[in-house]
């Protein structure tokens, strides 16, 4: 049992910068990995970024690699997602996600998802 709280989200302009937070609760947070997913309006759930309990290992999809970085803070339960370099493609809910692995988060098979908080990006 893994509850997920985001925050962060709001409206920047193309070329920005935007740090998601994700809050977690109810297991040994440094046990399980962590992850971001998007939807845009319209459009399936994309993965963005993943990180193992440890934080030692971080995966990234090819739209975020070089842009976004998934980090994470044991000590206060909680994951972050920089953003920067940000575009009006990036424009979506933003979810944080949790599950034993991160071949799992990768594949979009999370055991738990947060609410979701929005980023708009103005061109």
């Known amino acids: 049992q893994v509850q997920l709280v985001e925050s962060g989200g709001g409206l920047v302009q193309a070329g920005g910068s935007l740090r998601l937070s994700c809050a977690a609760s109810g297991r040994t947070f440094s046990s399980i990995a962590m992850g971001w997913f998007r939807q845009a309006p319209g459009k399936d759930r994309e993965f963005v970024a993943a990180?193992?309990?440890?934080?030692?290992?971080?995966y990234y999809s090819d739209s975020a690699k070089g842009r976004f970085t998934i980090s994470r803070d044991n000590a206060r339960n909680t994951a972050d997602l920089q953003m920067t370099s940000l575009k009006p493609e990036d424009t979506a809910v933003y979810y944080c996600?949790?599950?034993?692995?991160?071949?799992?988060?990768?594949?979009?098979?999370?055991?738990?998802w947060g609410q979701g908080t929005q980023v708009t990006v103005s061109s």
């Open positions: 996600t949790a599950d034993g692995t991160t071949y799992n988060l990768r594949i979009g098979s999370a055991d738990y």
């Open positions: 990180i193992s309990g440890s934080g030692r290992n971080t």
